[in-house]
């Protein structure tokens, strides 16, 4: 292991300390520990929240032992590298997915104690000087998301729908289809005036209001009645599932984010007419599972890891050019009734538009920090 850099032994951090407590989160002390092979140790400057914290916590479904430290999206600075990293070292400014089965980096008070996380090299990419350290750090699971699913399925001139798109990862997708991947047309949906305009920003041609147009009609209109291409739907909505499922043209794909139709709650399996919807048209169903690399230890081989690696090194490439940024709809400091708040908003569907960043070492984030970048 390379190390030039003093750590502490363990720092105060935000998780959970019971199984399945669920919000509101807790302080907890988490230990710094060296990197193994192929690891890296981050000091953190910056974090992101995202409904996969709160739904940890309620359900600790990567079966870990509690306490948990969260806050997996990070930016910051190389201190430690383990054996076999060779193009990654000391001082370096990154951003990463922490690991899924380790803790993540947020901090408790933001008052000069600093966070840690432990990332896999294949989860972590150089940091262009252009970029933001909070910026930067609403990339990577969200980015993940989006790239996981369209990557590949994209072709030049498509048609795609993207429900939600001006949430977390929708606007990304909405970014991604339109100004990286060579859509020919990005339609998309909101339910308020800001989430509409963001999906607008974002790139998408047509953005209509969920909870008041017939959003597959108006569809059907657009394309002549053919329906989309490709439709990347994250919104983890049963509702939103079967209407966007309804837009697919005969033989088109329908991607899913996540556990998929009758799954929405993880807690129990109802009936979905999705299937079905697709069938009829001959479309093919795609479900896109980032957590089920981590959980299915076999599933991440080397051409997944390859993948995350191609979408982390992507996802700050294609920031430093503007194609695909993550918009801050809020800046928080990292304390525990801050990330509380935050999270309950998110899962409360009232949560601000794009992203919520997490300031969690200020000094380091503004590049003041002693040996800083």
Request: aromatic content about 6%.
């Amino acid at each position: 292991m390379k190390q030039t850099v003093k750590t502490p032994e363990e720092f105060l951090g935000v998780g959970y300390t019971h199984d399945r407590a669920g919000l509101p989160l807790e302080a907890v002390r988490i230990p710094v520990v060296e990197p193994a092979a192929g690891q890296v140790l981050i000091r953190v400057a910056a974090s992101s929240l995202n409904p996969l914290e709160y739904k940890l916590a309620e359900l600790n479904f990567m079966g870990r032992t509690p306490p948990v430290g969260l806050g997996l999206d990070l930016a910051g600075v190389v201190v430690a590298v383990g054996h076999g990293v060779g193009d990654v070292t000391v001082g370096d400014a990154v951003a990463a997915l922490a690991d899924l089965d380790g803790d993540g980096g947020w901090v408790a008070s933001g008052q000069g104690e600093g966070g840690y996380a432990l990332a896999h090299r294949f989860l972590i990419a150089h940091k262009p000087s252009s970029l933001s350290f909070r910026d930067a750090a609403a990339l990577p699971m969200c980015f993940l998301s989006a790239f996981a699913g369209l990557h590949g399925a994209v072709r030049t001139g498509d048609t795609v729908y993207v429900p939600g798109g001006g949430g977390g990862v929708g606007h990304l997708a909405v970014q991604m289809a339109a100004r990286a991947l060579g859509a020919g047309l990005v339609v998309s949906s909101g339910s308020t005036p800001q989430s509409i305009a963001l999906a607008r920003q974002s790139g998408a041609h047509h953005v209509f209001d969920y909870k008041h147009d017939d959003i597959a009609a108006d569809i059907a209109r657009l394309t002549d009645g053919r329906g989309v291409d490709l439709v990347f739907d994250a919104t983890y909505s049963e509702q939103g599932f079967v209407e966007s499922a309804k837009a697919v043209r005969r033989g088109g794909s329908w991607i899913v984010l996540g556990v998929g139709p009758g799954r929405t709650t993880r807690l129990a399996e109802t009936h979905s007419p999705v299937d079905a919807i697709l069938a009829e048209r001959g479309a093919e169903r795609v479900d896109v599972n980032l957590l089920r690399y981590f959980s299915e230890p076999a599933t991440l081989d080397s051409q997944a890891r390859a993948l995350l690696r191609q979408g982390m090194d992507l996802a700050m490439e294609w920031a430093e050019q503007g194609l695909v940024v993550p918009h801050i709809g809020r800046t928080i400091d990292s304390a525990v009734d801050a990330i509380n708040a935050g999270l309950q908003s998110l899962k409360s569907g009232h949560g601000v538009v794009g992203k919520v960043a997490v300031i969690v070492d200020r000094d380091l984030a503004l590049g003041t920090s002693p040996g800083a970048p």
